[in-house]
């Protein structure tokens, strides 16, 4: 299973990748989908042999059209490693992490990310350090003597950009390790491997499935070494995706970069008449030439999302009577769903506490962007 490279000399765009990856060989009467394949195990006796299949915890074929379709848009030479969702990969990310180690990451991670460094705090003594990822000056000056350096670019929800490259080289240059949590850009928007990460992690329920209907999660990583470890990881705790959510992810992965080209575009478009209602006290996304990340966003990423932070006058019991006045918005949790959603984040206790109350989140999908206007603004206007 190859991607086909018509002149191997060019390689092909991302958009392209998608579409042509991790197909079935050609052959007369070859399926041009990869098949899904429910097996727990393998027909195998004696010694096996390496690569032989044996047992679907370790390895099924099902996981491998996606993976290498992952690795090939995050520039990995090495094929991604595939999650039963983006905490099981980000858990497997923070299995490096030693007893009693440090880790660095935004105090606006994502919210279950927060949770489990607390948990691994309170088990085996891992020292946690939050910083504000727009702050390079502070990241780097976190790095110092930590094990691991976490980053979210853009974060959720607050949506800061980091100097990924500066904050990168800070922490190769002192040996820490570094992950990149890419699950809001996407490898179409960000490659974190090429800004110098040594892993990045997925929730693939989000953008790259697209569809709402699948958990699952993936980390790629820049070295065999790391790879293996990572795969070891997977084997050992069994947090395995099952073969279905990955034939789904992969079906989703097909329309990608229409999806990311569509639903950016009308983030921006969003964006910049929501700083324009009166309705709306602040918005932030990197596409608006006064947001903080849009010099940053501009330069290291190739858009700016699809997310949208927004707080309307009037406190958290506007932001909730937004979510209740909206028809064709889903009020939901998630994001990067073909659907557009919308949720206070500080509904959870969970959330960090410097996230403001009346925040939402927007995650615009692929609807029409005059109509997602129309409710939003009737919604605001009647909150
Ligand atoms: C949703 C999300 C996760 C967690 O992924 P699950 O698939 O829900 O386990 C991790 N990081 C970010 C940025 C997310 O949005």
Avoid: C
């Amino acid at each position: 299973m190859t991607t086909p490279h018509p002149h191997p000399e060019v390689p092909l765009a991302p958009s392209t990748v998608v579409v042509a990856g991790g197909r079935p060989a050609r052959a007369a009467g070859a399926p041009v989908n990869p098949p899904l394949v429910l097996s727990s195990t393998y027909v195998s006796q004696g010694v096996p042999q390496p690569g032989e299949p044996l047992y679907a915890r370790m390895d099924t074929e099902t996981w491998h059209p996606f993976e290498e379709v992952l690795a090939d848009l995050e520039g990995a030479a090495r094929p991604a490693v595939a999650f039963a969702s983006g905490m099981a990969a980000i858990a497997a990310v923070f299995s490096f992490l030693p007893a009693g180690g440090t880790v660095v990451l935004p105090r606006h991670a994502y919210q279950a990310t927060l949770g489990l460094t607390d948990d691994l705090a309170a088990r085996i003594g891992v020292r946690v350090v939050r910083v504000d990822a727009a702050d390079t000056d502070g990241v780097v000056a976190a790095v110092g003597g930590a094990d691991l350096l976490l980053l979210e670019s853009p974060t959720n929800p607050m949506l800061e950009v980091a100097d990924l490259p500066a904050v990168l080289a800070a922490a190769r240059a002192r040996g820490v390790l570094t992950a990149v949590d890419n699950t809001f850009a996407t490898p179409l928007v960000q490659r974190p491997l090429a800004l110098g990460a040594d892993l990045v992690v997925h929730s693939a329920t989000k953008y790259l499935a697209g569809h709402s209907d699948v958990v699952l999660g993936a980390v790629v990583a820049a070295t065999d070494d790391l790879a293996e470890r990572v795969r070891a990881h997977r084997t050992l705790t069994g947090a395995i995706p099952g073969p279905v959510e990955v034939w789904l992810a992969l079906r989703g992965l097909r329309t990608l970069a229409l999806r990311v080209e569509r639903s950016q575009a009308s983030a921006a478009v969003l964006a910049g008449r929501l700083a324009a209602h009166p309705a709306v006290a602040e918005v932030r996304h990197p596409s608006l030439p006064s947001d903080p990340g849009h010099a940053r966003a501009t330069r290291h990423m190739a858009g700016y999302g699809s997310i949208i932070g927004m707080r309307p006058h009037g406190g958290p019991a506007a932001a909730d009577a937004v979510v209740a006045a909206v028809r064709l918005w889903v009020p939901a949790t998630s994001l990067g769903g073909v659907e557009s959603t919308l949720e206070r984040r500080r509904r959870y206790a969970t959330e960090s506490p410097t996230v403001p109350e009346d925040l939402l989140r927007l995650s615009v999908g692929i609807e029409d962007v005059e109509d997602l206007w129309r409710d939003l603004d009737r919604a605001l206007r009647a909150g």
